[in-house]
């Protein structure tokens, strides 16, 4: 595989999806390594995961900060001092300003625990539960301005059973999660996505990753 990116990983919590970053790295399927985890929150277990890594972490609690402007100044020096190439959000619980985003632009990634754009903000899986669909699932995207809006990298989806509860729910779209994000890493690392309008495509193909790519109806 080719050379090794740093990639900084953002959490607030548990942490299974930078769980999933580390184990994908570690085993040679994405070309990254772990440079730095950041939490806005000294308990998340996510920086027990990076420690028991030998990975460096960093907490920059918000609540010490004036504005979010200022608490995402302090986020950027942190994440450029680590010299990481990707910014990856997971389950990074706060609302990221211009100056995050224009520090980074195009690097930073997100995921969210629905077919967006249904379903955007927090409670993903209770949002699909009580508004009744069929199918629900989780997206990965670039990150912009807006809350959960910015363009789509991969998706997958999973069924919604009658006698879901919002944990049984969550817990089926968090293993696809695990799937898709160190998927959607590999492709941005490996130069391989470009940017046409919303649309995401795979350079060399033309194609829109994870996408059925023949048409029965066609
Ligand atoms: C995930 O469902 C993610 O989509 C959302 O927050 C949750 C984080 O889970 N943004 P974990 O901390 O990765 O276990």
Do not use: W
């Not at 907490?59 to 910014?87: K, P, T, Y």
């Amino acid at each position: 595989m080719s050379e090794k990116h740093e990639i900084a990983v953002l959490v607030s919590g548990s942490g299974s999806n930078l769980q999933a970053i580390i184990d994908a790295s570690e085993r040679g399927e994405i070309p990254c390594r772990v440079g730095i985890v950041v939490s806005n929150r000294a308990d998340a277990y996510g920086l027990v995961r990076a420690r028991n890594h030998g990975i460096p972490t960093e907490v920059v609690d918000h609540r010490a900060f004036e504005s979010r402007e200022a608490f995402d100044a302090r986020l950027v020096e942190v994440v450029r001092s680590s010299g990481a190439h990707l910014v990856c959000l997971a389950g990074f619980m706060r609302v990221v300003t211009p100056v995050f985003l224009r520090a980074f632009p195009h690097r930073i990634l997100n995921i969210h625990p629905a077919l967006l754009p249904s379903f955007p903000g927090t409670h993903g899986p209770r949002q699909a539960l009580q508004y009744g669909v069929r199918f629900s699932g989780c997206t990965v995207h670039f990150l912009d301005e807006g809350v959960d809006t910015g363009p789509i990298i991969v998706q997958a989806v999973v069924p919604v059973y009658e006698d879901d509860t919002e944990e049984t729910l969550a817990a089926r779209i968090l293993r696809e999660e695990h799937r898709i994000y160190p998927m959607a890493i590999r492709l941005f690392l490996e130069g391989r996505l470009a940017l046409s309008g919303r649309r995401v495509f795979t350079k060399e193909t033309g194609k829109i990753p994870g996408f059925s790519h023949r048409n029965p109806d066609a």
